[in-house]
Nanobody
Framework: VQLQASGGGLVQPGGSLRLSCEAS???????????MGWYRQAPGKQRELVAT???????HYADSVKGRFAISRDNAKNTMYLQMNSLKPEDTAVYSC??????????????????WGQGTLVTVSS
């Protein structure tokens, strides 16, 4: 299973960006995706949780992004989004996504695990 994160870039303070994270399988056919989440790691800091979303749409946000960020998902497309508004310089970080995936291998064996995508860099600067 591969997770592809995209949408990062350079934006001025107060601006907006929308990140996407698409899950796809080659040797594993995705049957169901449960919890999905966005994390970020700023230079010199530990990785921190940004937001999570369950399969039924229940969301959770870090206090630092509440009211500014919105997480959503399109189950038909195996894709999760993060709409980021009112961006601040302290939001600058590499944003990564993960997902709890249940799938079937080519030999029809069940496979379950937490998968991570590569990061996408968000820079908030004037």
């Amino acid at each position: 299973v591969q997770l592809q994160a995209s949408g990062g870039g350079l934006v001025q303070p107060g601006g907006s960006l929308r990140l996407s994270c698409e899950a796809s399988g080659t040797s594993i056919r995705i049957v169901r995706i449960d919890n999905m989440g966005w994390y970020r790691q700023a230079p010199g800091k530990q990785r921190e949780l940004v937001a999570t979303i369950s399969s039924d749409g229940t969301t959770h946000y870090a206090d630092s992004v509440k009211g500014r960020f919105a997480i959503s998902r399109d189950n038909a497309k195996n894709t999760m989004y993060l709409q980021m508004n009112s961006l601040k310089p302290e939001d600058t970080a590499v944003y990564s996504c993960n997902a709890d995936v249940l799938g079937l291998s080519n030999t029809e064996e069940w496979v379950a695990g937490k998968y991570w995508g590569q990061g996408t860099l968000v820079t908030v600067s004037s």
